[in-house]
């Protein structure tokens, strides 16, 4: 089955300095990879997508998830965080055509 | 394009009452999902349906119906609510079924209590 994983809760980072939200994943045959976030009492909003073709990929409001085969990654990173990026990040992978499984979240919080 | 919306916002049961989760799109989307967010645990596939009148089950589908009997519309249906269907729930929609990493829209969310 397929998978993902995200090995930290919480992720906090100085406004300013770069920011890294990881991700691993497990799947049969081509992964398709994405990346959403969550806002306070809101919907989740798309950031990105993995689907073929180059490992760096970039996204809305500055972001990039880098896509790495051999150690199966899918990081979500930004050069320099806001507080505004503030939020609940999920990453999901398509599942038997595409239906999502999504890894169990990681809170962001940049400090001031 | 209003996307996709859902209605009610809020919603507060006690046990054994059912009640609709409605969720509707203007996109013209042909692949729509319900989804439950509880802490610590993502978001779980309830139901989805590939086009008007096809329905298929998610991971976690006890306790719920659903129908597609247009394109816009999918609603939910608990049957008999339990506290254990506490949980926020979302409705999401992608343009083409059976396109693998095709974007899924996730509409604003239902928040359920069941007492």
């Known amino acids: 089955a397929q998978s993902v994983a995200q090995p930290e809760d919480q992720v906090n980072v100085a406004e300013g300095n770069p920011l890294t939200v990881k991700c691993t994943y497990s799947v049969s045959g081509n992964p398709y990879l994405f990346w959403y976030v969550q806002y306070p009492n809101r919907g989740l909003q798309f950031l990105l997508k993995?689907?073929?073709?180059?490992?760096l990929v970039k996204g809305s409001y500055g972001f990039e998830a880098e896509f790495n085969k051999s150690q199966t990654s899918f990081h979500l990173k930004k050069p320099s965080a806001l507080v505004s990026d503030s939020a609940l990040y999920f990453c999901?992978?398509?599942?038997?055509?595409?239906?999502?499984?999504f890894g169990p979240g990681t809170r962001l919080s940049v400090l001031p | 394009n209003a996307g996709v919306t859902q209605t009610p916002k809020f919603q507060v049961l006690k046990t054994g009452q059912s009640m609709t989760l409605q969720c509707a799109q203007d996109m013209n989307h042909e692949y729509m999902s319900w989804y439950r967010q509880d802490p610590g645990m993502g978001l779980r596939l309830i139901h989805y349906s590939v086009g008007a009148g096809i329905t298929d089950q998610g991971e976690v589908p006890n306790g719920y119906n659903v129908s597609r009997s247009t394109t816009e519309d999918f609603p939910l249906r608990l049957l008999s609510a339990a506290p254990s269907q506490t949980s926020v729930y979302f409705c999401?929609?992608?343009?083409?079924?059976?396109?693998?990493?095709?974007?899924?829209?996730f509409g604003p969310g239902t928040r359920l209590t069941v007492l």
């Open positions: 999401a929609s992608s343009r083409i079924a059976g396109a693998s990493g095709d974007t899924q829209y």
């Open positions: 999901a992978t398509g599942d038997y055509g595409q239906n999502f499984v």
């Open positions: 993995y689907i073929t073709g180059d490992n």
